[in-house]
């Protein structure tokens, strides 16, 4: 596969990761389009906006799947190569249309993408059931579109025990919610308030805010003058990080626990430590755990990229598991075109760094864990699955 990452151009082209063919010597690589020996798997991530933090590690870890699944013979006997689209909101002009165009001319055989569920739900419909689309990251659930496989957490599992074991360890009981404005944070946020109100708990103050919106100095000013002891934050990427360190510069880190579902490693560095106090996250994977599972991930992922390598999260591994899922599918399931439509084993075993398996849309079998922000890095404080 290689050490290096592919220079992003934008979503107005997909950009291959070119590898030989089983059948080819070494020599011969062929244009995408002929490349009919080849498995492409499109990977769909945002390489630009507020999500584009996360496409380093979504590459990186993608390439490691690849690369032992290629050890083994590849994807029916093909050699899996990755097409690489930028899948950012902010991108979707053309995006939604270059999708299409690649499914249609075969340039893509599957599509496993760590996006917004704002695209997902646009993109389910482009799709139409053509090809197997694994979506990896958490979402809100409630997917059922023919051919979709969403395997990441969902609100009933990831978040109800967080609050839960907040509300609990920290005798907090206002809440405040605050999120990006599209469907994930709006739909985790109305399980929220149910949970809230479950736990004896109140909401002082909900509020969304626009992608990109900048620094939210009036919203930090009236979270400072509630009641609120608790926040939930549901804001993604680089909104998470200027919102993060308005609040710790603001001092606000000193009386109100956050909580979130969606900061991982490379949000917290970027946050700072100094702005991370009394931080928690809830998630099925950090990098930190020390698993059979995560220990053997972390060596092949190093070993591949080495140790400069970008830092692991749960969002960056989801796309390694995202491209075992799709293996693991298409050895269990007729070799037709259809056939992933039809036939899914139940339950779904699959490579996975955090020992993973999937019975449907809305039930996996997944650890969860709350980890508290410390320094530069996440402690894990307990496992709340």
């Given at each position: 596969m290689g050490h290096m990452f592919p220079k992003f151009e934008g979503g107005d082209k997909p950009i291959p990761f070119k590898l030989p063919c089983f059948n080819k010597s070494n020599d011969d690589l062929?244009?995408?389009?002929?490349?009919?020996?080849?498995?492409r798997i499109g990977l769909f991530i945002p390489l630009s906006g507020a999500a584009g933090i996360w496409g380093p590690s979504c590459i990186a870890s993608a390439q490691v799947a690849v690369a032992e699944i290629n050890a083994l013979f590849g994807i029916n006997d093909q050699e899996v190569e990755l097409v690489l689209v930028d899948a950012a909101m902010e991108n979707e002009s053309d995006?939604?249309?270059?999708?299409?165009?690649?499914?249609?001319?075969?340039?893509?055989?599957a599509i496993v993408g760590m996006h917004l569920s704002a695209v997902r739900q646009k993109l389910v419909k482009v799709v139409a059931g053509r090809i197997p689309y694994i979506y990896t990251p958490l979402y809100e659930g409630g997917e059922r579109s023919p051919g979709v496989f969403a395997i990441g957490e969902t609100p009933e599992a990831q978040l109800y025990p967080a609050l839960q074991s907040i509300s609990h360890r920290h005798k907090v009981r206002n809440w405040a919610l605050i999120g990006n404005d599209y469907v994930w944070p709006?739909?985790?946020?109305?399980?929220?308030?149910r949970y809230i109100k479950e736990l004896g708990g109140q909401l002082t103050m909900e509020r969304y805010l626009p992608?990109?919106?900048?620094?939210?100095?009036?919203?930090?000013?009236?979270?400072?003058?509630?009641?609120?002891?608790?926040l939930l934050v549901s804001l993604i990427g680089q909104d998470a990080v200027v919102f993060n360190r308005a609040f710790g510069k603001a001092?606000?880190?000193?009386?109100?626990?956050?909580l979130s579902c969606v900061i991982e490693e490379n949000t917290l560095l970027a946050i700072g430590s100094k702005n991370l106090k009394r931080l928690y996250t809830s998630a099925s994977y950090f990098s930190v755990l020390s698993t059979p599972e995560n220990n053997a991930f972390k060596e092949k992922y190093h070993g591949l990229h080495g140790m400069n390598a970008p830092l692991l999260n749960s969002l960056g591994q989801s796309l390694y598991e995202g491209v075992h899922f799709l293996s693991s599918l298409l050895e269990n399931?007729?070799?037709?075109?259809?056939?992933?439509?039809?036939?899914?084993?139940?339950p779904l075993n699959y490579r996975s760094a955090r020992g993973a398996?999937?019975?449907?849309?809305?039930?996996?079998?997944?650890?969860?864990?709350?980890?508290?922000?410390?320094?530069?890095?996440?402690?894990?404080?307990?496992?709340?699955?």
């Open positions: 062929l244009d995408i389009s002929r490349q009919d020996c080849t498995y995006f939604y249309q270059l999708a299409h165009d690649l499914i249609e001319r075969k340039e893509i055989h709006r739909a985790s946020h109305a399980y929220a308030r992608f990109d919106a900048g620094v939210p100095h009036r919203l930090i000013e009236e979270l400072g003058r509630s009641n609120t002891d608790a001092g606000l880190d000193r009386k109100i626990i956050r399931t007729s070799t037709d075109s259809s056939g992933f439509l039809n036939a899914v084993p139940k398996t999937f019975l449907n849309n809305g039930q996996k079998k997944l650890p969860i864990y709350l980890a508290r922000a410390d320094g530069h890095a996440f402690s894990v404080v307990e496992n709340i699955s």
